[in-house]
């Protein structure tokens, strides 16, 4: 089983949706859970942030994370063309170590 | 403005031949990282540094070396050991504490 899964997709919804993605993990030690997104042959951009478990709110982004299941997704209200890329999650046990990463889901939003 | 500079953005080398990826930073970051992404592979890790004159082994470092003499400053050469070297190769940053990673725009390398 690897440490953390992501489908990759390709996830294609209409302009306006609401998009949820998804990762699960099986290291419980993990702390520290982020998503990025990124934009063909270009390098990938922090989204979200979250420490521990809970919710975190950034205008059309919701990022969740249950560290019970061990699951995390991310929430994209009306989502729109220029949202279309693929966004990878990313997480690591501490500060100090490098992040373990998901393989990405690759979305497109069509107008 | 503060960021993460790699370059060149496209290079092409003959098969056989050692290629150095220059990576620079300006965000006063302790850690430092190299990833390689394949199609359908995600982010795999090569080599991250820690500190200045320290550096570890990722998960797929055989046939890549790296030096650290600088903060700011982590190269990575990709030497005729690697025998698939062709790929998007993404230099990383991060402050010491929380985890989290600012990434250059990549170098593509194409070995032919």
């Known amino acids: 089983q690897k440490e953390v899964e992501q489908d990759p997709g390709p996830l294609s919804v209409p302009e306006g949706a609401i998009v949820s993605l998804n990762c699960t993990y099986s290291?419980?030690?993990?702390?520290?859970f982020m998503w990025y997104r990124q934009y063909s042959r270009k390098g990938p951009e922090l989204l979200m942030y979250?420490?521990?478990?809970g919710n975190k709110e950034d205008g059309r982004f919701t990022a969740q994370v249950d560290k019970s299941s061990k699951y995390i997704s991310l929430f994209i209200r009306d989502s729109q063309p220029s949202d279309s890329a693929t966004y990878l999650c990313?997480?690591?046990?501490?500060?100090?170590?490098?992040?373990?990463f998901g393989k990405g889901t690759r979305l497109s939003v069509i107008a | 403005d503060g960021g993460i500079t790699q370059s060149p953005k496209y290079l092409f080398r003959k098969e056989g031949q050692n290629v150095t990826l220059s990576c620079e930073q300006n965000?006063?970051?302790?850690?430092m990282y190299w990833y390689r992404q394949d199609p359908g592979q995600g982010l795999r890790l090569i080599y991250y540094?820690?500190?200045?004159?320290?550096?570890q082994k990722g998960d797929i470092a055989e046939g890549y070396s790296v030096s650290r003499e600088k903060k700011e400053s982590f190269p990575l050469t990709v030497t005729s050991a690697q025998k698939n070297p062709t790929a998007f190769y993404l230099c990383a940053s991060s402050i010491g504490s929380g985890g989290r990673a600012f990434f250059g725009q990549g170098t593509r390398l194409t070995v032919v």
């Open positions: 290291n419980s030690a993990f702390q520290y």
């Open positions: 990313a997480m690591n046990p501490s500060g100090n170590t490098p992040l373990v």
């Open positions: 965000l006063n970051h302790d850690a």
């Open positions: 540094s820690q500190i200045v004159n320290d550096f």
């Open positions: 979250t420490y521990s478990s």
